[in-house]
């Protein structure tokens, strides 16, 4: 018999650094409908539209979204 891996669970890499923002709720509301529906985290959602808007295109998208989106197809 082998012996159990006892490896740790893969994880993302950390991110370089961290930030706090304050928004409207209205604001927060759109962020947290958009994550729940491509089932992922507004943060995801918020790193996504600070790429767009600081030119460097769309993130890399999690499985999560781009399955969401085969989904939300019609």
Avoid: H
Avoid at 27 to 56: H, K, P, Q, T
């Amino acid at each position: 018999m082998t012996p159990l891996s006892c490896d740790k669970p893969k994880r993302r890499p950390p991110l370089e650094v961290r930030t706090t923002v304050s928004i409207e709720r209205g604001d927060y509301n759109a962020l947290a409908e958009i994550a729940y529906e491509r089932r992922v985290s507004i943060g995801c959602v918020m790193r996504e539209a600070v790429a767009i808007f600081l030119g460097r295109g769309v993130v890399k998208a999690p499985k999560l979204v781009q399955r969401g989106k085969e989904r939300g197809k019609k």
